[in-house]
């Protein structure tokens, strides 16, 4: 067990963990973080994403050691009031059915159109392919990403 | 069925309100002031301060209940669904037997009930107001939470007008609205649930947390039907966090299972002890069990003549000439559910009292509110359990199951604190009942006019009813694993359906769109070989088989036009079709291909028609259609479930994967809600896709696929 300090949200933490533990327990069971989901422990399903100084990372998958003092956004972090523009669209789309993937993939959708403000078809099957929606919301994810890209300023 | 007038009157206390709903014996409407009594299903409560909260009995799981139920009685009611608070019912007892949402049942199997509570309400509410203006009802109108008055500028307040309402008979027979009068059903209102769904603020089973609560992880006998014989739990009691090693027992269906659960400060430090524990298994033999050899075993069973389930006509007195019949064989693979929240539970037994917080499709059968027997598994009285039933990350039919709360409970009741249990994805891929293979045997023949005068289907499997329950009879038809092939509208004169049961030790489990998943797979590929065994168009080959008018009829000529069925494609381009009527409701594909330059099928464009009689919110069901599109190429290509040594082989979406974005079609969803049988959404859009993309890679590369899992790679 060791003390770590932790930066998420723009908010300090700090916490008493096996250094070794992911960060996805470390926000959801000590920060009490709950957005952010396991869906695979694995890296392949997406649903642990979550920013780590603004890019998107797996965090069921990265020692919660490593980030230490890092900047981590999680879904929670994104807006207090669904104010992002990928929010937006995704209400905008009406795009979860169960909702339980949605956190990470607002989160890669988010990370891609800040890097890229007009992401074409191919772009956005690339940054969002390591992402699955069992209810298969895809063609509706796509859409609320090209409808942010055109709502950005 | 009785309508009583009944009231319990306590003006005095604060939960003084106006209560509509159901009676236990059915939806004759009864309305209560303060306290229902217990045998009374309220659906709606409007309070003094105009407050009005509607109950969905119905879980959310992505399929919209958590709108379209509420949207049924407010339509009615006319209030606008933002004025309204719903409230999701968590399986307690007042609200009866009817907690559960499965097999696409919840509007279909409500659609008018719910809309009368409604409109009853609003009958009163409005005579209540006629009264206290001392004009005729037929000068009063309700509208937007108010009843207003057409001879002057008076309104009241539903909230109101409820003393008053109360002391009036509830109608039988309320009116309901005209389609054309109605500003909330068949429009495409944005969701309630979707805010919080985009915000992380839904809470599901997973993330539920509560004082004092401790975490657990169980490890189960990788060889299916291992029994527990031992553990040695020294190494694991010394990591860090871990508490407890006991015991975990579970039932699925007639199968009762048993693994040892590390309970832990943490799921971080439950996993590290687990890591860690010593079991030995007794696998009684099951450890040589291979799926191919049982995939042998259903082939060789398809010799036998099964029961009898359809037997129209009499195809055995049809004479064939030789080159005038077709036979066919089809087969279909063991698929997992994969929700996305793997499977999890609190549970926190206090003596005698058992609370639970989960995500499950059954709330009334976790708390025995309806007929079912959970409590008797775990040994606790129906009126001692509470239940906290939370939104649902992904359903599919895999939370119709309670093993994970039954091991829940188990383990709960070995230790002081609240218990989390969490399945990791491999503990759900690997221990979850799943949707059993069907082996399909068909025959076809014709007439000497081309005309098909015989058709046969028969289906080798596991019962689905023999896994779930113990006093299965195998010498009658497992009406679950034969859904819909004896259900299709196609006029041909003999038909005969039959059922080959096949034993199995591993659990089955009802997956969205059940058996008509895998068999409608083996019925429209075969009906696709038999047009083109005569030389006909699919399609209307289909349709002349559909003489009379049907819903199936109307389904088929609305794709004809809605894919341009008539128009023929650009070269390279090859198209198929398949439909599908089943208990759930109709749906039928059309599917667009072509083939890629390294010789690999490219899925151009889906066009679906889904018939649903009457369509609360259109959007809603093109995001179903369009999802179950996506879950049914997974099921299609990707592969499924086998089982090496016997083992699940497949633990995680690495092994088992799912369609991604770049692997999605294009979906163009079309609705027919023109009247007609009310039918479900959740589930028709899966069975005929399969099918319709087995059709068009025929009709383009010759190829006829007839296993499932199949390769988009051409060979
Ligand atoms: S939970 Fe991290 S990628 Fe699936
Ligand atoms: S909305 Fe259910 S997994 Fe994506």
Known sequence: MAIINLKINSKDYSIDVDPQMPLLWAIRDFVGLKGTKYGCGIAQCGACTVHLNGQPVRSCSLPVAAVANKNITTIEGLSDDNSHPIQKAWIEEQVPQCGYCQSGQIMAAAALLSKNASPNDADIDAAMQGHICRCGTYPRIKRAIKKASENKP | ?715
């Not at chain 2, 439950?270 to 259903?298: C, H, I, M, P």
Request: glycine fraction near 8%; aromatic fraction near 8%.
């Open chain 2, 1 to 715: 069925m009785v309508s009583r007038r009944q009231f319990i009157k306590n003006t005095g206390k604060a939960s003084f309100a106006l209560w509509l709903g159901a009676t236990s014996n059915g939806f004759a409407n009864a309305a209560f002031i303060t306290d229902a009594p217990s045998n009374f299903t309220p659906f709606v409560k409007i309070e003094k301060n105009g407050k009005i909260t509607i109950f969905n009995t119905k879980p959310e799981m992505g399929q919209g209940t958590f709108q379209s139920v509420p949207a049924l009685i407010a339509e009615e009611l006319e209030v606008s669904l933002d004025a309204i608070t719903i409230v999701q019912t968590s399986g307690e007892k007042q609200f009866g037997g009817g907690q559960a949402a499965g097999g696409s049942s919840s509007i279909r199997g409500n659609y008018d009930a719910y809309r009368k509570i409604g409109a009853a309400a609003k009958e009163m509410l409005v005579k209540a107001a006629s009264v206290k203006w001392g004009i005729g009802i037929e000068s009063c109108y309700a509208e937007n939470g108010s009843v207003h008055s057409k001879l002057s500028k008076e309104h009241l307040s539903y909230g109101d007008l409820i003393e008053e309402a109360s002391k009036l008979e509830v109608p039988k027979e309320p009116k309901l609205k005209n389609k054309s009068d109605f500003k909330i059903i068949g429009k495409s209102i944005q969701r309630p649930d979707v805010p919080l769904k985009v915000s992380g603020k839904a809470e599901y089973g997973i993330d539920v947390e509560v004082p004092n609560m401790v975490y657990a992880t169980v490890f189960r006998s990788p060889v299916i039907g291992g029994t527990l014989k031992s553990f040695d739990a020294d190494a694991t009691l010394k990591i860090p966090g871990v508490i407890k090693v006991v015991e975990a027992k579970t039932t699925v269906g007639k199968y009762q299972y048993s693994g040892v659960a590390v309970i832990a400060k943490s799921y971080w430090a439950a996993l590290q002890g687990r890591k860690v524990l010593k079991v030995e298994w007794d696998t009684n033999g099951y450890e040589n069990f291979n799926l191919s050899d049982y995939e042998n075993k259903l082939r060789n069973l398809s010799k036998e003549a099964g029961v009898l389930d359809k037997n129209i006509g009499n195809v055995e007195s049809v004479k064939t000439e030789p080159g005038n019949s077709v036979e066919s064989f089809y087969e279909t693979p063991m698929v997992a559910h994969h929700t996305l929240e793997p499977m999890n539970c609190i549970a926190h037994v206090n003596g005698e009292m058992l609370t639970i917080w989960t995500s499950t499709q059954v709330p009334s059968a976790i708390t025995g509110s309806g007929p079912n027997d959970l409590h008797s598994q775990i040994g606790m009285k129906p009126e001692n359990i509470t239940l906290h039933s939370k939104f649902i990350g992904g359903g599919f039919g895999r939370r119709l199951y309670t093993d994970y709360v039954i091991e829940a409970v188990n383990i709960a009741k070995q230790i002081e604190q609240p218990v989390k249990v969490i399945w990791s994805r491999e503990d759900t891929t690997q221990h979850s009942a799943v949707r059993p293979m069907t082996f399909s045997q068909l025959k076809g023949g014709f007439s000497k006019e081309g005309e098909l005068i015989s058709f046969q289907h028969k289906v080798i499997s596991p019962s689905y009813f023999d896994s779930v329950g113990p006093n299965f009879d195998k010498t009658k038809v497992d009406a679950i694993m034969i859904e819909g092939i004896g259900e299709q509208a196609y006029q041909i004169p003999n038909i005969k359906t039959s059922y080959v049961y096949a034993d199995f030790h591993v659990p089955v489990a009802a997956w969205r769109s059940v058996t008509s998943s895998t068999v409608a797979f083996a019925h429209e590929c075969f009906i696709d070989e038999l047009a083109h065994k005569v030389k006909k168009d699919p399609l209307d080959f289909r349709l002349q088989m559909l003489d009379k008018d049907s819903d199936t009829k109307r389904v088929l000529l609305k794709l004809k036009e809605v894919s341009n069925w008539d128009k023929p494609l650009p070269k390279g381009k090859g198209r198929g079709v398949a439909q599908w009527e089943f208990f759930a409701g109709l749906c039928a594909h059309v599917v667009e291909v072509s083939v890629t330059k390294d010789n690999t099928i490219k899925i151009d464009k889906v066009y679906a028609v889904i018939d649903l009689g009457e369509v609360v919110n259109p959007d809603n069901v093109k995001n179903q259609i369009e999802g179950s599109i996506v879950m049914a190429l997974t099921a299609a290509i990707k592969t499924g479930i086998t089982i090496e040594n016997g083992k699940i082989k497949q633990s995680n979406f690495h092994d088992n994967p799912m369609i991604r974005m770049h692997e999605t079609p294009e979906i163009e969803v079309h609705i027919l809600a023109d009247g007609g049988k009310i039918k479900g959404v959740g589930e028709p859009g899966l069975p005929p896709f399969a099918p319709a993309l087995a059709n068009a890679i025929f009709s383009i590369s010759g190829k006829r696929i007839k296993k499932m899992p199949f390769d988009l790679k051409l060979s």
